[in-house]
């Protein structure tokens, strides 16, 4: 005989093993997919509007001027959801299409790579070697715009496409060495060691503020941000690799640099600034998961908001000033800050805060 | 890549340039989004520049034989067009070229005002430059900040001669309208604000690490080169060569008003950007003295003489300010010149625009239009530079050194 399956467990089971399942839920909705859409509108608003306040104007107002023309950003988005896909003659149609979905999902991938609790139960993957994992997923994406930009067919991608390969190689090694400086640190891949480690207040970001410095410019660097916009420089090379996309094709090009800023956003949170650090994860969906990744999540827009205001103090570099900061400044930087790392732990900066205890 | 396997069509009067193995073809342009409509065709060898085209005649307008074709006095607004922000300076040679025909000398009154107007306009065009400048190097805070205080002038403009952009203002003989009563205190509220704003300018901008990194030697243009290439304007001063028609020709009321013309040796794009700084601080000064002495001296002839006995009456109550008409001051323009014929002979004048020397050669048959004008403005001398300065830089140096030329595509073609 067979147990009848309610509705009430149908759904139920939906719940808790597709929706609320942890892979799926931190790829999808906390910090996945839907809340990189709600930071991406919030971001681009608050990019507006900070530089227009810099540069002397309104920015967004036409729309709802009570919320400073918040709802003029949704209003966008879905002119460009729906705005005709032009797909040129010329171009290698499978690649054309299956590389922006590609680095759209290989951007959201590492986020399963990360922990945004202490409850076992809410961790997508077992965890001791999820720094090195997440940082190694980050690495996967960029090879999917050189795909775009071969696919597309035309002079101006293929120059973007070169440029966008050169800073790649050279600010990923940045990013992989200044993050890989907490591992030094702390003798330990495991992210919940790394963010349980940093909550007595003493953030590796204060400790070790040189990783910081380069994991941030590296980030600035291969999402392709002011100062180093160069890869889609507007008055050089038109849009870059994305040159031939149009409409939610385009939509998709720009959201997967995006997200790999937010990815890259929230394992900084996670590393430099403590990850949900001044909060201990109580009992519960809500308080053991819920509201510590909403923790995460407003660092991470914190170090996101602060790479979009750059926007409105800097020009763009040259690829080779770029390069040659990457090379020349960047990496014996983050070499230096894995130096640091490991004077930390040979003095066991964070012996005492109880590192050893929770692993043993 | 592209061409292989399809064939080279030649179509008349196509030119076909094989390309050597790893050179590269780069149009920049028909629509640049940092600028108007102009074409550089750039060959590229990797990241380098090799070969750099300025496709000169590509948005021609044949402004030269239109004004063959229409009154003396309509010429003015179509030569406007050629620099819009620019508009007081492109014209006025044009202006006096023909009252060399017509042996008239405007009053004194009308020289001040044309030179008002023209510093007011030598102000506006280079924050132009600058907004542009901002937006090839990416830096959308001074595009921004260029653009607005542009306004400024464009306001002070408008009020002076009622149009925001294609005033029309001088006029043979005289100015078109006299300045009004409050326009002193404008224009010194106007500098003082100019003043303060460039210091932040620097500071955003031209001091800005990021910034010079990408200008310091970059597109340098040395003494000697800048001399061989004909450049104009604040391109060659910023070489080291003192030469602006201001000094070496005075014209309008320049050998009245006080001031300097700023030198810089570097010639590179930084220095052109610190060149066009100095010459607003300059055009501020002159401004001031002009208005000065627009307010000590009585409101008597802002046109010549020869022009004015011909006009209404009523026109001259209104400039005496005893009928209000559209505000206080406001003449209408005076019927003689529609039908205006010009003695024949031929002329020649020249003025010192913001983007370099402008010259007009004009040719009168005696008829009610030109036989022939002919005219080589400052942004067509100085855009043969890039094809001599820009090889050997990197592509992503194109922008810099465009905009640090101030360069003004409709302007060069004309």
Request: aromatic residues 12%.
């Amino acid at each position: 005989m067979v147990d009848m399956v309610t509705p009430y467990e149908i759904g139920h089971g939906i719940l808790r093993y597709i929706i609320f399942y942890p892979p799926v839920y931190q790829f999808v909705i906390i910090p996945g997919l839907i809340a990189a859409l709600v930071v991406a509108i919030f971001i681009i608003w608050f990019e507006r509007k900070a530089a227009a306040r810099v540069q002397m104007r309104y920015g967004p107002y036409e729309i709802s001027p009570r919320t400073g023309g918040a709802t003029q950003l949704i209003a966008d988005l879905i002119r460009y959801s729906f705005q005709e896909i032009i797909v040129p003659r010329t171009v290698d149609a499978v690649i054309y299409f299956a590389a922006p979905v590609a680095a759209v999902i290989l951007s959201l991938l590492p986020l399963d790579a990360m922990p945004l609790t202490t409850n076992p139960a809410f961790w997508p993957i077992p965890m001791d070697y999820s720094l090195l994992l997440a940082v190694a997923l980050m690495t996967l994406s960029p090879i999917f715009v050189m795909a775009m930009a071969w696919a597309s067919n035309n002079k101006f991608s293929v120059i973007g496409g070169v440029r966008e390969s050169f800073i790649v190689t050279a600010y990923e090694l940045v990013a992989v060495l200044s993050m890989l400086s907490v591992a030094a640190a702390m003798s330990t891949y495991n992210l919940v060691d790394i963010v349980q480690a940093q909550s007595s207040g003493l953030w590796f970001g204060l400790l070790d503020p040189l990783a910081f410095l380069t994991a941030f410019i590296a980030t600035l660097m291969t999402t392709s941000g002011f100062p180093f916009e160069i890869p889609d420089s507007e008055s050089e090379i038109v849009a870059g690799p994305y040159t031939e996309y149009t409409g939610l094709m385009y939509g998709l090009d720009m959201g997967a640099a995006y997200i790999k800023r937010w990815v890259f956003s929230v394992l900084m949170a996670l590393i430099f600034l403590g990850g949900w650090a001044p909060y201990v994860p109580g009992p519960g969906f809500v308080l053991g998961y819920l509201v510590p990744s909403l923790i995460v999540s407003v660092k991470a827009l914190v170090i996101m908001a602060i790479m979009s205001f750059l926007r409105a103090v800097y020009g763009r570099y040259r690829i080779d000033q770029a390069l040659g900061i990457g090379w020349e400044i960047l990496v014996p930087l983050a070499l230096a800050a894995i130096g640091i790392g490991f004077a930390e732990a040979y003095f066991h900066v964070y012996a005492y805060m109880g590192v050893m205890a929770l692993a043993s | 890549m592209g061409t292989e396997g399809s064939q080279v069509q030649s179509l008349p009067g196509m030119q076909v340039h094989p390309l050597k193995k790893n050179l590269y073809e780069v149009a920049i342009g028909p629509a640049h989004p940092g600028s108007g409509h102009m074409r550089i065709l750039v060959r590229v060898e990797g990241d380098v520049m090799v070969e750099v085209d300025p496709d000169i005649g590509f948005v021609h307008r044949t402004m030269e034989k239109l004004s063959e074709g229409r009154d003396w006095m309509k010429n003015i607004p179509l030569f406007e067009r050629m620099a819009i922000l620019d508009a007081c300076n492109v014209t006025l040679p044009y202006v006096e070229a023909v009252e060399k025909l017509l042996d008239v000398d405007p009053p004194e009154r009308a020289k001040y005002l044309r030179t008002l107007l023209c510093e007011i306009n030598r102000v506006a065009s280079h924050l132009y430059g600058f907004g542009i400048f901002g937006v090839f190097l990416g830096h959308s805070t001074l595009y921004m900040w260029a653009f607005g205080d542009r306004e400024v002038f464009v306001e002070l403009a408008e009020r002076l001669t009622g149009a925001r952009l294609t005033h029309t203002y001088p006029m043979f003989g005289g100015v078109r309208r006299d300045m009004p009563d409050d326009f002193g205190q404008h224009v010194r509220k106007a500098a003082a604000y100019m003043r303060r704003r460039l210091d932040e300018y620097a500071k955003i901008f031209l001091l800005n690490p990021n910034i010079r990194s990408r200008l310091e030697g970059v597109g340098v243009v040395s003494k000697s080169r800048a001399v061989e290439l004909g450049l104009a304007g604040p391109n060659v001063r910023a070489s080291g060569v003192r030469y602006d028609v201001r000094l070496a020709e005075p014209y309008e009321a320049y050998d009245r008003v006080d001031f300097e013309i700023p030198i810089y040796e570097e010639g590179d794009s930084l220095a052109r950007a610190w060149q066009r700084v100095e010459e607003i601080k300059q055009s501020l000064s002159i401004m001031e003295q002009a208005v000065d002495w627009l307010e000590k001296h009585p409101r008597e002839g802002f046109v010549h003489e020869k022009f004015w006995k011909t006009a209404p009456p009523i026109y001259k109550k209104v400039y005496a300010g005893e009928v209000p008409y559209a505000g206080k001051y406001r003449v209408k323009m005076i019927p003689l010149y529609a039908s205006l014929k010009v003695p024949a002979g031929r002329s020649f004048a020249r003025t010192e625009s913001a983007h370099g020397e402008i010259t007009y050669y004009v040719e009168s048959d005696g008829k009610d239009v030109p036989y022939r004008v002919r005219l080589v403005s400052g942004s067509y001398r100085n855009v043969i530079a890039f094809k001599y300065v820009m090889p050997g830089h990197r592509l992503a140096d194109l922008p810099a050194i465009y905009g640090s030329f101030d360069y003004f595509p409709p302007e060069w073609d004309r």
